[in-house]
């Protein structure tokens, strides 16, 4: 079983950048595809990003691709997000999960979730 932290969300204005850290203890964080969600007020929770078990593989929701990057340190046991040119819609709590797939879009193939980290872009 892997436990699941997120870190650097905040506040910041329409058009800058925040960088997300979700470290994982309990196991080895190379064994598993990583992904990255979002879940705004009222909506669903939806998919942002993932990339495959050795990094190699990465894919990203329409809505973001050219500006936010996943990215991962197995050594570190740490997964990233790097978000530029933020926009007020994406105001949202960010999630990061790992799955036994080796990537994966649909979150019903995660297996474990962090609590999650706030982002909130001001217009």
């Known amino acids: 079983q892997v436990q699941l932290v997120e870190s650097g969300g905040g506040l910041v204005q329409a058009g800058g950048s925040l960088r997300l850290s979700c470290a994982a203890s309990?196991?080895?964080?190379?064994?598993?595809?990583m992904g990255w969600f979002r879940q705004a007020p009222g909506k669903e929770r939806e998919f942002v990003a993932t990339?495959?078990?050795?990094?190699?593989?990465?894919y990203y929701a329409d809505s973001v691709k050219g500006r936010f990057t996943i990215s991962r340190d197995n050594a570190k046991n740490t997964v990233y997000l790097q978000m530029n040119s933020l926009k007020p819609e994406e105001t949202a709590v960010y999630y990061c999960?790992?799955?036994?797939?080796?990537?994966?879009?649909?979150?019903?193939?995660?297996?474990?979730w962090g609590q999650g980290t706030q982002v909130t872009v001001s217009s």
């Open positions: 999960a790992a799955s036994r797939a080796v990537w994966s879009t649909t979150r019903f193939e995660y297996d474990y």
């Open positions: 309990g196991s080895t964080l190379s064994r598993y595809g």
């Open positions: 990339i495959s078990k050795s990094g190699g593989y990465t």
